[in-house]
C-alpha cells in the first residue's frame, strides 16, 4: 500500500504526486486535496466539463492505492440505488424457511405472548444488513481500508437527492429506519463531488464540503497537461495547437474546447503524423474539438486568420 501519510504531508507534495500521475494542476487544486484528507471534508468540484474533475478523483484514488467507488448522478436518482436496498429474494426465502421451521419453534409455547416471544428469539433478523444490499454510498462507507468516493455531475440529479447526502457529507454514517446508523469504518472515504453548473447547489451541502472550481487552463498549464498526456507529440506542433485552443475559447461558441479534446486532438494529430498546423489539416479535424455542427461553421470561416495566429504566436 501507498505511504499515504508521506504523500500527503504537505500541498507540494500532493502536487508532485499528482503530476508524477500525469495529472499536471495548480496549486490550488492540491490544496484542496491536501485539506479534504487532514480535516476529512468533502471536495465540491465545480467547472466547464472536461476540466478534469472526474480525472482528479480518479486520478488521487491511483496515488492513494485506493478503491475507486463512483456514483454517476442522473435524474430520478434515489436512495434505493444510491445508499442501499433489501434483498428481498433472500428475505423471500427466510420467510420461507420460518414458515417450514414455526411448528418446532412454537412448540411447547403457551399462550400468544410466549409464542411472540419465540418467534423473536428465533432471530429477528429479517430486516437487518444480513439482508441488506449496499449501493454505492454505503459501500464507501463500510470499505474497511477506505475508498475514494466520487459523486459525479451532482448537477444531474433531483434537489431532493442531495438532502440524502447531507448526513453522509457531514458525520460519514447513514440512518436506515429499520436498522439504525451505520457509521464509516475506520478509515472513512475521501469524497469528491463533481458538478458542471447546470444548476445551483443547494447551500446545504455547500456547507458540508470544501470549494474547488477548476477553469480552463491558461496556456502554460495546458502545454503541460498535453506534454504529461501525450509526450510523443512534436513541441513545435504541441505549441500550435494549445495556441489555436486557447484563441479558439475566445469566441461566441456553443461549448468550448476542454481539456479532454485538447488531449483527443493532439492524439488525432499524431495519428496524422502531422507535424505543424495548416487550415486543411485543422479542418478535417474539427469535429474532434468542437461538438456542434453551427460551431464549426462559424469557426471555419477564420480559420486561415485563426491557424496563421497560432502559428505566430509560437516563434
Not at 115 to 144: M, Y
Not at 288 to 294: A, G, R
Request: hydrophobic share 40%.
Amino acid at each position: 500500500m501507498a505511504d499515504i501519510e508521506k504523500m500527503a504531508e504537505s500541498v507540494e507534495s500532493i502536487r508532485l504526486h499528482l503530476e508524477a500521475h500525469n495529472y499536471i494542476c495548480s496549486t490550488q487544486i492540491a490544496t484542496a486535496v491536501y485539506l479534504a484528507y487532514h480535516l476529512q471534508k468533502p471536495i465540491l468540484i465545480e467547472g466547464p466539463p472536461g476540466v478534469g474533475k472526474t480525472e482528479l478523483a480518479k486520478t488521487v484514488s491511483e496515488m492513494f492505492e485506493r478503491d475507486l467507488i463512483r456514483l454517476q448522478c442522473y435524474e430520478g436518482l434515489d436512495e434505493a440505488k444510491a445508499i442501499y436496498e433489501w434483498k428481498y429474494g433472500k428475505q423471500l426465502l427466510y420467510t420461507q424457511v420460518l414458515k417450514e421451521t414455526l411448528d418446532d419453534v412454537l412448540q411447547g409455547a403457551k399462550g400468544f405472548t410466549e409464542s411472540v416471544a419465540r418467534l423473536h428469539d428465533f432471530g429477528d433478523i429479517f430486516f437487518s444488513e444480513e439482508f441488506l444490499e449496499p449501493r454505492p454510498l454505503l459501500q464507501a462507507l463500510k470499505h474497511e481500508e477506505g475508498a475514494i468516493l466520487l459523486i459525479d455531475e451532482i448537477d444531474k440529479a433531483d434537489h431532493e437527492f442531495e438532502s440524502l447526502l447531507l448526513e453522509i457529507l457531514s458525520d460519514f454514517q447513514v440512518s436506515i429506519a429499520e436498522i439504525g446508523t451505520i457509521k464509516a469504518s475506520a478509515i472513512p472515504p475521501i469524497v469528491f463531488l463533481t458538478s458542471n453548473n447546470t444548476r445551483e447547489i443547494s447551500d446545504a451541502l455547500k456547507r458540508r464540503c470544501l470549494h474547488l472550481y477548476i477553469p480552463f487552463p491558461d496556456l502554460e498549464l495546458e502545454q503541460r497537461i498535453v506534454e504529461a498526456r501525450v509526450p510523443e507529440i512534436p513541441p513545435e506542433l504541441r505549441r500550435q495547437m494549445v495556441a489555436f485552443i486557447q484563441e479558439l475559447r475566445t469566441l461566441d461558441l456553443k461549448k468550448l474546447p476542454a481539456i479532454s479534446e485538447t488531449i483527443d486532438w493532439a492524439r488525432t494529430l499524431l495519428l496524422l503524423n502531422s507535424t505543424s498546423l495548416d487550415a486543411d489539416m485543422v479542418r478535417d479535424t474539427l469535429n474532434v474539438i468542437l461538438k456542434f455542427q453551427e460551431d464549426i461553421e462559424n469557426v471555419d470561416s477564420e480559420l486561415t486568420t485563426l491557424t496563421s495566429n497560432a502559428r505566430k504566436a509560437t516563434r
